[in-house]
T-cell receptor, first 114, second 114 residues
Framework: QKEVEQNSGPLSVPEGAIASLNCTYS??????FFWYRQYSGKSPELIMSIYSNGDKEDGRFTAQLNKASQYVSLLIRDSQPSDSATYLC??????????????FGTGTKLQVIP | NAGVTQTPKFQVLKTGQSMTLQCAQDMNHNSMYWYRQDPGMGLRLIYYSASEGTTDKGEVPNGYNVSRLNKREFSLRLESAAPSQTSVYFC?????????????FGEGSRLTVL
């Protein structure tokens, strides 16, 4: 079982709609959760981080975390064509030596249709 | 304001050749990471280093070696390149501040092994 799992998509939504991206993780002691956006041919860039159960909103983006279900999601409201990219879920855990390890999912490709 | 710098950006190797990918960060970060990205596979962790003098294996370490030369630099070496190592390689770094800390990425190094 992969440590971080995402549906690879593509997820297609019309412009102005809500895009919902999901991620599950296997390590119950995972501490921190991140969503990165990656445009084709570019490096990933951080768009949201969440550390405790519940919702966290930043502009059009809302991250949701449920540690009991080991589930993280990202909602993008009023989706724009410029949101078309691959969204990577990342999870931070501590290894046996107490060092931080960041593991990524395979990413979900989002297409926003004008 | 360089951030994370990777060299080279492009490289073509023949099977069996060796090479080293260089990574340097100027943000005084503690942790550094090497990932590879293949189509449909997301970012897979090769090796990481929490501080000078420490390195740990990630998901896919076979065929690679790393050196944390000092706090700024973390190199990835392919001793005998194989076509399966054709990929885009990303170096990243972050602070070790509790459970937080954004990963900052380099621009990537595209490696082709013939």
């Amino acid at each position: 079982q992969k440590e971080v799992e995402q549906n690879s998509g593509p997820l297609s939504v019309p412009e102005g709609a809500i895009a919902s991206l999901n991620c599950t993780y296997s390590d119950r002691v995972s501490q921190s959760f991140f969503w990165y956006r990656q445009y084709s041919g570019k490096s990933p860039e951080l768009i949201m981080s969440i550390y405790s159960n519940g919702d966290k909103e930043d502009g059009r983006f809302t991250a949701q975390l449920n540690k009991a279900s080991q589930y993280v999601s990202l909602l993008i409201r009023d989706s724009q064509p410029s949101d078309s990219a691959t969204y990577l879920c990342a999870v931070l855990t501590l290894n046996s030596g107490g060092y931080q390890k960041v593991t990524f999912g395979t990413g979900t490709k989002l297409q926003v249709i004008p | 304001n360089a951030g994370v710098t990777q060299t080279p950006k492009f490289q073509v190797l023949k099977t069996g050749q060796s090479m080293t990918l260089q990574c340097a960060q100027d943000m005084n970060h503690n942790s550094m990471y090497w990932y590879r990205q293949d189509p449909g596979m997301g970012l897979r962790l090769i090796y990481y280093s929490a501080s000078e003098g420490t390195t740990d294996k990630g998901e896919v370490p076979n065929g690679y070696n790393v050196s944390r030369l000092n706090k700024r630099e973390f190199s990835l070496r392919l001793e005998s390149a194989a076509p399966s190592q054709t990929s885009v390689y990303f170096c990243a770094s972050k602070f070790n501040k509790g459970q937080t800390g954004e990963l900052f990425f380099g621009e990537g190094s595209r490696l082709t092994v013939l």
